[in-house]
């Protein structure tokens, strides 16, 4: 079949779930994954032929893609911060607003500890694919970077995440709910937990509800802050002084949050809001 006619197809079976320009770039991500073709490939041959075998991938890539699986799923692979990130169904699919947060991580370390630049220690909580503390390993690449997450499958991905990059991480496999903590002390922790109440799955798309894990995005309705909670308490304990704590946010629980920091006797507390104007992240000094 001609290439061309594949993307026309493309368009028959998906513009109806997603915007034209999204489905273009899902063609083109999938034909420079399995093909190896850039996008340009169709100005240049009009009439590329593919044979049953070169087809196969794109059209089981399409099934895919018409019951809302991310395509980031489909083909096992992300680009995050100029980095590879093998992603399934295990992991979260790292988002652009977690590039601002580790870019306000690096900031703030410059600002706030530019004589720890050597021996900085970061934990990362709730690591998932490792793209927080693989890429502040790259950013930072004097800091000692340790990741912890309560998933085995997750902290497979991570390892592998971070060998595929050539960076060092120490990984650590533990339930933050249900940790007495470290027997040493850490410059920054930092955490983009679960944090999606019950009540806002409706406003969430199909193809996170239905793909991502449950278990790194939802809290009960009632309690929505648990893992705030537990790791402010924890990094109270393994902050060292003028430590640096930073979290991704619900945007619906911006006060609450900043209210959290404040009760355990954290300074210098600030709210920034995402690409999208919402209330995302939040960073407080250890007073």
Partial sequence: MVLKEIKNIYHKELDELYAKEEVDSFFYLLIEHYLKLQRFVLALQ??????????????????GLKLQRPVQYIIGSTNFMDLYFEVNENVLIPRPETEDLIRWIVEKVKTNQPERK??????DIGTGSGCIAITLAKLLPDAKIFALDVSKKALEIAKRNAERNALK????????LNFDGFASNFDVIVSNPPYVREMEKREMHKNVLEHEPELALFVSDENPLVFYKAITEMAKQNLSEKGLLFFEINQYLAKETEALLHQHNFIEIEVRKDIFGNDRMTKGILG
């Fill in 46 to 63: 009009p009439n590329l032929t593919l044979t049953k075998e070169e087809e196969q991938p794109l059209f089981e890539a399409l099934s």
């Fill in 169 to 176: 991480v120490e990984f650590v496999h533990a339930d933050i």
């Fill in 118 to 123: 050597s021996g900085l220690r970061i934990l």
